[in-house]
């Protein structure tokens, strides 16, 4: 017999567990509306070679990749740009631009389980394709701020740090690091504060062998400002475009949310510029989301250049947040109304009521066994309905059904013709959907 | 360099065919929503074994199935429900029953292409665990029927065609047939209209030898209502909860949507009882949604003895049916306002502008480079924006905004201050989504 748990770092989500999952998707999905954004979808696994094009053959440790029948190698897909690159490249200069894209995807990674870290997960991914203007990053920061904010949480939360790649590497060079240096050195930062200074110093002298260019490089990370890198009086093109994505967010009252961070540098290969991260004030190691402007994956994929910024958001470190912080919702209601017989009519009201109720739009239920009064308003609290409507009896003979609020005991009596037009009236505050219900 | 396409039988979903999917989803969701179903998801591959144990050894032939670095042998999810007992037996007593469970899984199956066939697709499943009883037969139907009725079906377009594994049992022995012949035998009936004639023939000879049974057994299949099989007056006790399901169906108002069919048996193994198709009626080879009672599957993955009955409706046939009548829903617009600057104050006004909307919840976007009025228009129609909003010049003078409807062409000045609360009120008519955005 199969364990009764899934795979190792996989996750079961019973009801009570995706009705979180739900929560935070449907604010992701409002985000995005607000700005505009449109969602797409791609396949769950790719070719292997996608990945491996992208991020080396390294990437594939971290990969579940395997052969399918006929011998192709593929691999669950561990992010979701690749597939977005590859399929604006495929559409080449068919797409108008620019895009405002968005998907959920599921992602697989092979890697070590720690808190805040499964095998398998979800993100946000938001991405801008087709601006190369530092608008375009402004734009799509502010919409990850107003991620967090939809999902209940506040400035004291959360932080942007932003850097850019480019600076960083006008920085370096004006420090005398060869040009041959700086993607390694961009790795080895990206890990700092997760390896011990020895560590660190060690590798960092396997880059940078000679004392003097290290020490400039050093002096270089500890930079905290953009005006101390201004006073340093020398030409750094990278730093007018940061100054100015600072300013139009200031523009869009975000000031308060970002932060010049010069050790934000990102793990992924692709960034060609500005870069950050959401990261949570309280544990500061916690990245809630990262992102950064990357203008040469869709040509690498055979497409047309096209200047690209993006952003992804992980569900398993916000959905601890917002437990942490006890923003997490409460399980919603199963239905809103709990239908009770009162005697042995049983079935054929209640069905007849159920009808009525699912054809205005509104969620209802009832014991599909025959049981006693009492095991039916049990049912109804099991289905945490905030509604109980009693059919049958001296009520019905009196053409009327008795509705029972659940939380605080109170009982109605309202007419059975209009009933449930009623009931819809009477939950308006929270509108339903319209019903396509066949009659 | 990698192809353009994604693996064989996956499909890229761009937006406009994203939109279409995420259509059927919401509906869906709805559908389930007004019957008090609640979601839950689980890992998108499991143990091989978990497929294996319920469908014997063959089942492999048609599975994505592999190792990970492990070396456990893993499949990903071809169907739902095994992921879903299992789930339900891992808690055994501890969830109160009756569940109403539905999921939207994506799913994999490694097998020949064909039309309305893919590798990688979605279902809808819902499920009743814990009733025993034939009322939970008749709500899932009836949802099923909704489900259909939600996406813009009528009753021309489809029908629900039911049958029972139990009472087939029943036939079967009483026309003799040996009882571990009957499973074989389903598998071939499921087939049935698959296969040449010739080939039924000759499997149905190998699994009833007999002459006399065999003539027996073909009169069975020939059996075309519940009437007829009364009239042979002998004991079947499937045929009364048959008869009752009927009846149900009736109370439900559907009976125009049901019909009773022997040759419904579904290929699964693990069906115990009522079994149902909903089935196209132009073209009566495509099952659009299968289903049926399956009340020991949840012990053989060692929990609790759990009555089940489940259905599972295929995204790729339905998308087909709805383009083929024309109900699928146009590409909708990306987003409900799009602003443009009339002057070169450009940025800082339409940002300013862009906050009070999204605050509102409304949808907008404007142009992130700096092009002219005209070209922002076209930018307009690109977005498939109901409504165009120009800000600056003569009008910003006057401490107003130009609202133009794009389909129409008409013009209305609005007041600046208060023209986001006035444009929320004038799309009301759409409720929008509260934001939370921060402030």
Chains 1, 2 share one sequence.
């Not at 946000?124 to 991620?147: H, R």
């Not at 932060?259 to 540098?265: N, Q, S, Y």
């Not at 437990?323 to 109304?337: L, V, W």
């Not at 069905?351 to 039916?376: D, M």
């Amino acid at each position: 017999m199969p364990t009764p748990s899934g795979p190792k770092g996989t996750r079961d989500f019973y009801p009570e567990d995706n009705a979180l999952q739900e929560f935070i998707f449907a604010s992701w999905r409002r985000t995005c509306h607000r700005y505009g954004f449109e969602s797409y979808e791609g396949p769950m696994f790719e070719s292997l070679e996608l990945f491996t094009q992208k991020s080396g053959a390294e990437i594939e440790k971290q990969l579940y990749a395997f052969q399918d029948k006929a011998g192709r190698n593929i691999a669950l897909r561990p992010e979701m740009t690749p597939t977005l690159a590859r399929m604006v490249a495929a559409r080449g200069n068919n797409l108008k631009m620019p895009l405002r894209w968005f998907s959920i995807p599921r992602l697989f990674r092979y890697e070590k389980m720690q808190k805040g870290r499964l095998r398998e997960f979800f993100q946000l991914n938001m991405d801008i394709l087709g601006i190369a203007e530092v608008t375009a990053d402004a734009e799509l920061i502010a919409a990850s701020i107003d991620m967090m904010g939809d999902l209940g949480f506040t400035a004291e939360d959360f932080r942007v740090r932003i850097s850019s790649r480019t600076l960083l590497e006008e920085l370096f060079l004006a420090a005398g690091l060869p040009a041959d240096r700086c993607e390694p050195l961009y790795a080895l930062l990206d890990k700092k504060s997760k390896i011990p200074e020895s560590v660190f110093a060690g590798e960092l002298a396997g880059i940078v062998p000679g004392e003097t260019v290290r020490d400039a490089v050093t002096k270089v990370f500890r930079l905290e400002t953009l005006d101390e890198i201004k006073a340093m009086g020398i030409r750094l093109p990278a730093l007018d475009s940061l100054e100015r994505l600072f300013g139009l967010l200031t523009q869009y009252g975000l000031a308060g949310y970002v932060t010049f961070d010069i050790g934000i540098v990102r793990g992924l290969a692709y960034y060609t510029g500005i870069v950050f991260e959401i990261i949570d004030s309280k544990r500061s190691l916690r990245a809630i989301a990262g992102g950064g402007r990357y203008d040469k994956l869709v040509s690498l994929y055979g497409g047309p250049v096209t200047p690209a910024v993006g952003f992804a958001a992980g569900d398993v470190v916000l959905a601890e947040l917002m437990k942490e912080k006890g923003i997490a919702p409460p399980h919603p209601a199963r239905s809103d109304f709990f239908l009770i017989a009162v005697d042995n009519s049983f079935q054929e009201a209640l069905i007849a009521f159920a009808r009525e109720l699912r054809h205005c739009g509104l969620a209802c239920e009832f014991s599909l066994k025959n049981v006693t009064v009492g095991r039916q308003l049990a049912l109804a609290n099991a289905a945490r309905s905030p509604y109980a409507v009693f059919i049958g009896g001296r009520e019905e003979a009196a053409g009327m059904v008795k509705l029972k609020i659940m939380a605080t005991g109170e009982e109605r009596l309202i007419p059975r013709t209009g009933a449930a037009a009623a009931l819809a009236e009477m939950i308006e505050g929270s509108p339903q959907p319209a019903a396509g219900q066949v009659t």
